[in-house]
């Protein structure tokens, strides 16, 4: 069962793939991510010009027009998308989704296609889920350092040793290499906790993708039991004409 658990999530893995690099080749990779580039470069330009202007106006006409432009960006993504995959948008009816949950739907419509090609069923599909529930770790107990009053104590040390630090003789020349380093070391830490929280989240996106396989499965189960009955029930009609001689 664990084989199976693995094999689903190197799926949902390659599922979430969207650009891949043979489809894009196919469709010519890039006439297809030209429009995409383009306004890519303008936003990383208007980026550049953000403390240029000395008037007041500058910074704000620079940002409005940044958020143009990535609107104009993740359009040309998604029209990029639709024409990649066309009859992945038209089976479930993506283009009429939110532009934000367009890319989950697309990569759910990839995964419930290679859900197929192994021949997985409803039954196999919610034994999998099922079993992938026991491999979480269980929540874990109220922890020390999540007490009010130790969160007091750390908050008065950060700021003891801030004030420590700006009476030092090296704050003043470097003091721009410390906040540098500082934000390094929390952008760092932050990637990796990022990390983690995705790698827990992605275990419950693949139980829904999971569920909404196994629905889907299961319908098209029965909608193709119901049309194998309907010639059998044209060909012998319920009831038996009254025989008269």
């Not at 390659?14 to 891949?20: A, D, L, P």
Request: proline fraction near 4%; aromatic fraction near 12%.
């Amino acid at each position: 069962m664990h084989k199976h658990w693995s094999q689903i999530k190197q799926l949902y893995i390659e599922s979430n793939r969207v650009f891949s690099y043979p489809r894009l080749k196919s469709y010519g990779r890039w006439r297809a991510l030209g429009p995409a580039l383009g306004v890519l470069g303008l936003i990383i330009a208007l980026s550049g010009t953000l403390f240029i202007f000395n008037h007041p106006v500058g910074p704000v006409a620079c940002v409005t027009g940044i958020a143009l432009a990535m609107i104009v960006f993740f359009r040309s993504v998604d029209k990029l998308l639709a024409r990649l995959y066309p009859c992945e948008y038209e089976q479930y009816d993506i283009a009429q989704q939110r532009l934000s949950e367009r890319v989950d739907y697309l990569a759910y419509a990839l995964f419930i296609q290679r859900i197929k090609a192994l021949g997985y069923t409803p039954a196999r599909l919610e034994a999998i889920s099922e079993y992938s529930e026991t491999l979480s770790q269980p929540p874990k107990p109220f922890l020390i350092n999540q007490h009010f009053m130790t969160m007091i104590m750390i908050s008065i040390l950060v700021s003891l040793f801030s004030a420590y630090l700006q009476k030092t003789s090296s704050w003043s020349t470097q003091a721009l290499e410390y906040i540098l380093t500082a934000v390094a070391m929390t952008f760092v830490l932050g990637l990796v906790l990022d990390g983690f929280r995705v790698t827990q989240t992605r275990d419950g996106r693949i139980r829904r993708y999971l569920k909404r396989a196994s629905i889907e499965l299961t319908h098209e189960a029965n909608a193709q039991a119901a049309l194998s009955e309907t010639p059998e029930t044209l060909t012998h009609p319920v009831g038996n004409a009254t025989h008269t001689g």
